[in-house]
């Protein structure tokens, strides 16, 4: 029964840690638009697509993490 705890605990820090690279990598991107708008303007495609990119993959892993965490109850 300790090896539950143990991984669960591995999933809640492995939730946590996309979650805050997430936050700062969206934090980053926003500051660099408003920083560089001329680098944005060059692009094909807007420039959130890499905050809607990145939330799409850290929803996915952090989805596994519960299913995985759930699964272990």
């Known amino acids: 029964m300790n090896w ?3 991984v669960r605990a591995g999933l809640n820090l492995f939730m946590g840690t ?3 690279v997430f936050l700062g990598s969206s934090l980053y ?3 660099e638009r408003v920083a560089r708008p001329g680098l944005y303007a060059m692009m094909s495609v807007p420039w959130y697509t890499s905050i809607l990119l ?3 993959v850290t929803a996915v892993c952090i989805g596994l993490a519960l299913v995985v965490r ?3 109850r």
Do not use: F, Q, Y
Request: glycine share 6%; charged share 20%.
């Open 4 to 6: 539950k705890k143990h």
């Open 70 to 72: 759930r699964a272990l």
């Open 54 to 56: 990145h939330a799409l």
């Open 29 to 31: 991107t926003c500051w």
């Open 18 to 20: 996309m979650a805050g």
